[in-house]
């Protein structure tokens, strides 16, 4: 048997095989879909089965999807070109290192790209077509076409004649949303089977080189048994094209085509579809007949025999009934073809791919199989351009339900499309006993961070709008090692970064990590970025020069925002509420009104001065209550927030400042607020003028860039003054260049009644108490089957929902050793050693 290869002419999008047959190719985004959402999923197969359907007046068709290059390193560059200056060396080396991470481990990194070809001659009048073609073939089997030769010069005839029908088929392809696809589209098309899995077959911008030619590839089916062997002038591969040979009776949900590309290495999908005609002496209506009466006869024997009808007879004669219904009511009746084709540099990776595929699909009630005979007929049937021929293996009759039920051309890859990893989409179904490293070695979809994306309005189906980035869960997941590492990421951007650390454990370690030589001697870029940007503001009640650098009146120029910031303060200091209370109250209010006067003409005041103007009044409650405030002030962490004025306010203008107040104890996220000790609420009064300082410090400047990561920031939603201040920080916002990365407890804490401040992007790790509230916020159905998926979410997992309004499950993953290093949680006073760290 001699193969042909069918290309001839490539014209545009169009295809004209040696057969004389002209094919036209378009290609489709593919969807973003996952299991959590079913409505979704569904709606997808409905999509696709209106489009398969569109296309039966064509009668041959073909779908397959490619590997395609992600060019990571033309992304990573562009996105380099955005560092800060000052931050210019360490980020150029984080994306010198991840680009020789992910090829170390994947090689060429991929997505996949999805083709539609549709086969247009049959319908055009056969003699012309034949005719035209016979004037332009001057081809005989085994000439060697280099690609270049492989374009078409047509004249105007050729073209006018196609293009109609073309047109018909792109309208149509709409409903997928697909494009036509370019010339060198095409010509890849052709190419990549040819040069399967060698490094640069991948890419779209292949060399074309004229001495070139796709046949000078060699097929040896004999090297390696049931493996082809590629070899041409680009290198040598192994390849597997494994035929789907089987279903389970029922083909709904096995979802095949999406499951395997969760594997770690890229896997082709290529079908060939031929529309039956019904009835007629080759249609389907007569094959089915005769195939039921040679079923109704064995069942007839083995009845008679006296044993009972086997099992799977029985179920071939539903089917068939069901075809024979089918068939009366019309529906389309599809003959196809389908295969998975993976390859391998050696002999041995291509076999486990294959085993793994193989046991995958296995899960999912599908057989597939090696076709070890026939390698060099699969590679040859599933070229682009060859049609269905008449083969009888492998060979399956379905409706258009039977294709899209293998919900074709979706994916769920998260995150920004170039940026730094921060993670993976993981989709392991066992996670026991695995580090993380090792989890993350099995996927080939990082999930990318864009620090500077989150600002900009003008990102193609971008759906949120806000750059704030919220990440909830409960204690000890891991939200500040996550929350860290975006910050790190955020600060090689142009722009200023502000940590509020209130448990104050991050500066002191980092600078641990960074002083160890054995860190200095590996990483100088990043030791030497940290070293010089990284700034501790320490804020030391006991400091004299630190008292007052949180008093509203001293940081706060507007004066209303002073004002309501002051009265804040101190109702949060002391209740207010009774009536008895109410001259104090009042006073209160005209002590403020009157310092903030003085102010106004100068004099430099704090918040201390309006206590004395309540001391100095006629009433003895109002006196009583003043001396109370004060005696609570003395001595304690509030001299921070209480002053006469004698210090500046807080003025950030490091790069980086990581901002801790020293004597702080937060209560516990679930320790009711009525219940927090004297300490405790002081020290929530100093998180809320630091919530307002932060608001300022992301206001200050519109071109300038800033983020502002506050940890611990559920702390805001223990009091009603609390609420209003995370709000007004949510608000800065976009038009400010502000991005608020806020840690805090509950996912509940992320919604908001209007649309401003909402969260851009929001990371939720698992908490048993949320979990309805979580898939809720994240957008996912509230069902048991996601419950129970959220509840074995593995360690240092979390959801992610992106920019553009993804969810998926996504291990934090840190690849980078001495940044990984930093953002552990160190607990003060255990001795923080970075070698014992490391090693455990
Ligand atoms: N993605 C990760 N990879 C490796 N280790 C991690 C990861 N996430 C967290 N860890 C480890 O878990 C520890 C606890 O994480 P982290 O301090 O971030 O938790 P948390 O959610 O902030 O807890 P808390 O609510 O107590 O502040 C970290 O010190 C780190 O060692
Ligand atoms: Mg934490």
């Not at 009048?125 to 332009?136: D, I, L, P």
Request: proline letters at 3%; charged letters at 25%; a neutral charge.
């Amino acid at each position: 048997m001699k193969f042909k290869q069918p290309f001839h002419k490539v014209y545009h999008n169009l295809l004209l095989t040696t057969e004389n047959e002209v094919w036209a190719y378009f290609t489709c985004p593919s969807d973003y879909v996952i299991g959590q959402n079913k409505e979704v999923q569904e709606k997808h197969k409905q999509k696709w089965n209106q489009f398969l359907q569109s296309l039966r007046r064509f009668e041959d068709f073909e779908l397959f999807l490619n590997p395609h290059s992600y060019n990571l390193g033309e992304r990573l560059t562009a996105f380099s070109e955005n560092f800060d200056e000052q931050a210019k060396l360490m980020g150029d080396s984080l994306v010198d290192r991840t680009l020789s991470e992910l090829e170390n481990q994947l090689r060429v990194l991929t997505t996949e790209k999805f083709y539609i070809g549709v086969k247009l001659s049959s319908l055009s009048s056969a003699t012309t077509v034949k005719g035209k073609a016979m004037e332009v073939v001057d081809y005989y089997a085994g000439k060697l076409l280099s690609l270049n030769h492989y374009h078409l010069t047509v004249d105007e005839d050729f073209f006018k004649r196609y293009r109609s029908i073309e047109s018909e088929i792109f309208q149509l392809v709409g409903t997928i949303n697909g494009r036509r696809l370019t010339e060198q589209e095409v010509l890849q098309a052709c190419r990549y089977p040819y040069v399967r899995g060698m490094k640069t077959s991948f890419d779209l911008d292949f060399v074309e080189n004229s001495s070139y030619s796709l046949t000078d590839t060699i097929l040896d089916p004999t090297e390696e048994q049931g493996l082809l062997k590629l070899r041409s002038s680009e290198g040598t591969s192994y390849i597997a094209l494994l035929p789907i040979h089987k279903f389970a009776p029922n083909l709904a949900f096995n979802h095949i085509a999406e499951v395997v590309q969760s594997l770690p290495f890229p896997v082709e999908f290529r079908l060939k579809g031929h529309f039956e005609p019904l009835k007629g002496g080759r249609g389907l209506k007569g094959k089915s007949s005769r195939a039921a009466k040679r079923l109704k006869n064995s069942a007839k024997e083995t009845v008679s025999m006296g044993d009972s009808e086997m099992k799977s007879s029985r179920f071939n004669r539903y089917a068939l009934t069901d075809l024979n219904n089918k068939i009366d009511l019309r529906v389309p009746v599809i003959k196809w073809l389908g295969l998975f084709g993976v390859f391998g540099q050696t002999p041995e990776e291509c076999r486990s791919r294959i085993r793994t595929i193989i046991s995958l699909c296995q899960s999912r009630n599908v057989e597939i199989v090696k076709g070890l005979a026939d390698q060099v007929f699969l590679f040859h049937q599933f070229l682009a351009g060859n049609k269905l021929g008449p083969e009888k293996n492998w060979l399956h009759y379905t409706t258009v339900e039977g294709i899209s039920e293998m919900l074709l051309s979706v994916e769920n890859r998260i995150g920004d499309n170039v940026g730094i990893p921060i993670g993976i989409v993981s989709e392991l179904k066992n996670t026991r006993n695995l580090t993380p490293k090792e989890v993350a070695k099995t996927s080939r979809k990082p999930i990318f961070f864009n620090p500077s994306i989150g600002n900009q309005n003008d990102i193609a189906d971008k759906k949120a709008n806000s750059p704030h980035i919220a990440i909830t869960g409960p204690t000890g997941n891991g939200k500040s090692y996550l929350a860290k590492f975006i910050f790190f990421l955020s600060v090689l951007m142009n722009g200023k970064g502000l940590y509020v650390d209130p448990k104050s454990e991050f500066f002191d370690w980092i600078m641990e990590v960074i002083n160890h030589p054995l860190y200095q001697e590996k990483y100088p870029d990043t030791c030497a970025f940290i070293q010089q940007h990284f700034h501790q503001v320490r804020l030391d009640p006991n400091k004299t020069s630190n008292k007052g650098v949180l008093d509203p009146f001293c940081f706060i120029p507007n004066r209303v925002a002073a004002k309501d910031m002051a009265q804040d303060l101190f109702e949060e200091l002391y209740d207010f509420t009774s009536a008895r209370e109410k001259k104090s109250r009042l006073a209160m209010l005209e002590g403020i009104e009157t310092v903030l006067k003085r102010r106004d003409q100068g004099e430099r005041i704090g918040l201390l001065h309006v206590v004395d103007f309540m001391l100095e009044s006629t009433h003895e409650e109002v006196r009583d209550t003043a001396s109370l405030i004060k005696k609570s002030v003395q001595g304690s962490i509030l001299e921070l927030a209480f002053s006469y004025g004698e210090n500046e306010g807080l003025n950030l203008t490091n790069k980086v400042t990581i901002l801790e107040v020293l004597g702080l104890e937060m209560p516990r996220a679930e320790t009711l607020s009525s219940d927090y000790s004297a300490t405790q609420r002081k020290s929530v009064m100093l998180m809320m003028s630091i919530g307002k300082f932060c608001e300022l410090f992301g206001l200050r400047d519109r071109e300038e860039s800033t983020v502002v990561l506050f940890d611990e920031s559920w702390i805001f939603n223990s009091s009603k003054n609390g609420r209003a201040i995370i709000k007004s920080m949510r608000r800065v916002g976009r038009s400010f260049n502000n991005t608020l990365i806020i840690v805090t407890q509950s996912v509940k804490d992320t919604a908001e009644e209007d649309d401003t401040g909402n969260f851009g992007r929001i990371f939720a790790y698992d908490d048993k108490d949320e979990r309805e509230d979580i898939l809720h916020h994240l957008g996912l159905e509230i069902t048991n089957e996601n419950i129970e998926w959220l509840k074995n979410l593995p360690k240092y997992h979390c959801l992610y929902l992106d920019l553009r309004g993804h969810v998926g499950k996504m291990l934090v993953y840190c690849p980078y050793e001495e940044i990984h290093q930093m953002l552990q949680t160190v607990k003060k006073n255990t001795s923080a050693d970075v070698e014992t760290t490391f090693s455990g």
